[in-house]
């Protein structure tokens, strides 16, 4: 099984053009491990924020009684795209935003995707 760490680095030697990629841990809503390329770019913050938006949607899909797992999150900004895979019990989650005019949105999920296996199953 990877590291978080390990997953970090594997998905930004994928997409060396990330702006911020972190596991994060959905109950303390910490990064178990982290990378910002750029330095303004607070990663804490944004996986405390993150962990918010899991929390709400795993909260509304009990409250509508459905039998389903959410399986990742997009979020689309004015020139950003912010992924959030999650773990198939929802303990943990990968938080990737990248520039969306420099990155590819199949590819960022596919890359997801691929460093998800082990980590988040």
């Known amino acids: 099984m990877p590291s978080p760490k390990q ?3 594997d998905i930004l ?4 053009t990330l702006l911020a990629v972190a596991v994060v841990e959905t109950e303390t809503g910490m990064p178990l491990a982290s990378h910002a390329n750029i330095a303004d770019f607070d990663i804490e913050t944004a996986a405390a924020y993150n962990t918010e938006v899991v929390k709400a949607k795993l909260k509304a899909i009990q409250a ?4 389903q ?27 990737l935003a990248v520039n969306s005019r420099d990155t590819n949105l ?16």
């Open 7 to 9: 997953t970090v680095q």
């Open 13 to 16: 030697a994928e997409l060396p």
């Open 64 to 67: 509508l009684k459905l039998n």
């Open 69 to 95: 797992k959410v399986q990742d999150i997009l979020l689309t900004l004015t020139d950003q795209l912010h992924l959030l895979k999650l773990s198939s019990d929802g303990g943990m989650f990968i938080y």
């Open 106 to 121: 199949a590819q960022a999920r596919q890359i997801m995707k691929a460093h998800s296996v082990g980590l988040l199953n």
